[in-house]
């Protein structure tokens, strides 16, 4: 069977890994994200339940996503705030200082 090479990436604040992969035609992407040693450099990592993505865009059925060539896998953790609370707090304070949106 023929193989495809495709990227699997994962960031922290301070420390991120970006690996190449060769693998067979017709892998997932979940499956991508299993093979692709991550827990092993990221100790704790639900490699079988995170959100993934590709080239920013996440994936609604990673399980069934069959990868193409050249693709880029992102695994996505969890946000620590909400983003439309946050712009919520930023306009509310923006008022208070008399429209300054700093």
């Known amino acids: 069977m023929a193989e495809i090479a495709i990227e699997v990436v994962y960031a922290l604040p301070d420390r991120q ?54 693709d880029r896998i992102e695994l996505y953790r969890p946000l620590r705030a909400d983003p439309k609370e946050v712009r919520k707090q930023r306009a509310a304070r923006a008022r208070i200082r008399g429209g300054r949106d700093d």
């Open 17 to 70: 890994a970006l690996l190449k992969l060769q693998l067979p035609q017709g892998t997932t992407a979940r499956e991508a994200v299993q093979r692709s040693g991550l827990e092993d450099e990221f100790p704790g990592l639900e490699l079988s339940t995170m959100p993934l993505g590709l080239f920013g865009k996440r994936l609604p059925s990673p399980e069934t996503h069959v990868l193409e060539p050249g």
